[in-house]
């Protein structure tokens, strides 16, 4: 075992040598599944990054994380590993996130998931993408495992949303780190600001004779332990029972009492073919105009019965202006994707760039007037961050239409003092904003 590489070396549990599991391949995304058919709960487990020279295996096949995936099958949820780009160098962490976002996508799309049932987990490296989650904090995330993660940027990448700045926003969020007592010096130092940043938001398994990498480099009880926990305390988060394999070691959360989104707007979603969030379950109805009775007029023949009549106005006919106000009525309904944009609207008009930025997914796309384009929260602070603090922060809405998770507005923009004529479409999947297009 000594003379294999350290990722290709077995897994502490041993679980690949019991009962199989099911395990499906889609695209970059290997999905273990339990026994049954019922919707569960799932697990994304991230693998760290950059990968050693002339790596030719890739991290999903690495027996650690397939070990990960199959322990979490076994006690009862749907576990996915994904191979994403940091793999490759720290010059492809944004393209990672782009990647994982993706992935989760996928995953919460997938028959045997509960949507609003998913944790995440990242390793070593994937730490750098964790700081997005513990920022924004949808409200399928019910939690955050860390596992001898990476937590400072390296010098020269582009840096996303240090975790240690936002752990403990979201006080209802569980987040879990296992920490080696022998950690690498440029990992250690990073681990303990983030633990003194997280307070009692911040769970904590330690592993005192723990290297970075226990999991595959310390066949110990004390790894085992460690490794056994952690899975417990991930699977009780999403509500499920171990199926009697171990002792639940902390009791399951209560579901929240309410979401910021319907359940039908949040399913979702996956980069290539995302689902419209479901309109209101009633919308108001358009009443026609009454048509005047003329002076004289011979017996009319009994109505049509209208299908849907109103108890006001039986209608004779139907002018083409009363369709087209329908028509109209039909796409300017409240939505749920309507109500996200406005809710950003009126953190921008308060010059609230905190909750500005939570209104947007971690690598929403923004493609300005003219031309250039801002990706992720980072770019946003970045731009956005003069014109709240000068407090320049004004549009007004003259126009605004609905279709799907689409919202389109004529907007009358006074960032430079006179009002400019513009176009907004606002693109809204899983309760934030994805993408915006604004045309002059």
Known sequence: ??????????????????????VDRLGEIDFYRPAGTARTGAILFVH?????AGLEVLPREWPVYRGYATAAARRGVVAAVVDHSLIRGFDQVVTAADEVEAAIGVLRSDPRVDPDRVALWFFSGAGLLAGEWLDSRPDWLRCVALTYPLLATPP????????????????NLPVLLTRAGLELEEFAGPVAEFVSAGGTALDIIDVPKGHHGFDMLDHTEESRAAVTKALDWAIAHLGEEPDGQNKLLVPPPAKPASRRTTTAAKRTVTAKAAKAPAEPASQPKPTPAPVPAAPT?????????????????TPVATPLASVAAATVAAATVDSP???????EHSAYAAHDLEAFLAMYSPTARIALADGSELKGRRFLREYYQPRFDAGRCKTEVVQKLMVGE????????????????MIAMYRVTEGLIAEVQFRI
């Open 1 to 22: 075992m000594t003379d294999l590489p350290a990722h290709l070396r077995p897994f502490v549990l041993g679980v690949l040598d019991g009962p199989g599991v099911r």
């Open 48 to 52: 760290g990054g950059p990968g050693p």
């Open 156 to 171: 020269g990448v582009e840096e996303l949303v240090n975790a240690a700045e936002v752990i403990g926003k979201h006080k």
């Open 297 to 313: 007029a011979a017996p009319a023949a009994p109505p049509t019965p209208d299908p849907t009549p109103s108890p006001a106005v």
């Open 337 to 343: 994707a309507a109500r996200v944009v406005a809710r």
């Open 406 to 421: 689409w919202v389109v507005e004529h907007v009358l923009a006074y960032d430079s003092g006179e009002p400019t004529p």
